[in-house]
């Protein structure tokens, strides 16, 4: 019988290829032991390690249509999501106007998919409140900041105070269709007066919620986080995701951190 071998050249290939395979991983070793070196830990991105790919990841799997950004500041947090593939609506909410000027002109290249409301805090009434600008924006807060937030960071300190007109999410909500809703509050403090403004909306069409929980008390009269789990597992959601987000610079003890809750399916027995 002829015995017939293997052409040459495929075994050129793949011992080619090998070759380049162990070259790579000897490079991506190299680079590791060098970022290493200087304190920097090298991480394959994924939903596992980006919290923004993951919360994508889940508003696709949750079929949520609008992502409702209250507390928008200059729109950071939308535009992340859009960077990590999120393609479904953003409306967007912000009273500072500094900060709304800012973000309006980030939404302005993805109109028709990314919203701006008009300047307004959204609390637990509409009318007009005080509202507490801070060194830094982003604590700012219908809230007084406490002297403990100032002691862990200092460029936070208050500013001035400005009024503002403030508005339920129910009232805000009333003329929109972009139902289900995924509500994302970063208000500093004031996700107690946001959620009681809100209670039809989570009702009828909120199927997930993104929110600080404070550890510490950092505002005047703030819901902690054991109340704020206590009301959204009495409106049916579930915590899926945890997310640190401020550390005392000293003590390193975490101060505030993100939580997404999804709501659980009718029928479902949540443990």
Not at 50 to 61: C, E, H, S
Not at 254 to 271: E, H, M, S, V
């Amino acid at each position: 019988m002829e015995r017939r071998s293997k052409p040459a050249g495929n075994v050129d290939d793949l011992t080619f290829a090998a070759r380049r395979s162990h070259a790579v991983m000897r490079a991506r070793r190299a680079v590791e032991r060098l970022l290493n070196g200087i304190g920097i830990q090298a991480q394959r991105t994924s939903a596992w390690s980006v919290w923004q790919l993951r919360l994508v990841d889940l508003l696709a799997q949750h079929q949520v249509r609008t992502v409702i950004d209250v507390g928008a500041n200059d729109g950071s947090y939308a535009a992340d999501l859009i960077r990590w593939g999120y393609r479904g609506r953003i409306l967007s909410f912000e009273p500072l106007p500094e900060a709304w000027r800012r973000l309006h002109d980030r939404a302005r290249p993805h109109a028709g998919n990314w919203l701006v409301a008009p300047p307004v805090a959204l609390s637990d009434r509409s009318g007009e409140a005080a509202f507490h600008e801070a060194g830094n924006s982003v604590s700012s807060s219908l809230l007084a900041m406490t002297p403990h937030h100032v002691a862990a960071a200092p460029d936070s300190a208050p500013l001035r105070t400005i009024k503002v007109k403030t508005e339920t999410l129910d009232a805000a909500l009333e003329s929109v269709d972009g139902a289900p809703y995924f509500l994302k509050l970063d208000v500093q403090g004031a996700e107690g007066k946001v959620l009681a403004g809100a209670a039809d909306t989570l009702d009828r069409a909120v199927l997930g919620v993104q929110l600080e929980m404070s550890l510490a008390p950092l505002y005047e009269c703030q819901s902690d986080a054991g109340a704020l789990d206590a009301f959204l597992r009495s409106r049916g959601f579930e915590c899926w995701d945890l997310i640190p987000v401020f550390r005392h610079p000293g003590t390193l003890r975490l101060l505030q951190y993100d939580a997404i809750y999804f709501k659980t399916p009718r029928g479902a027995r949540a443990c």
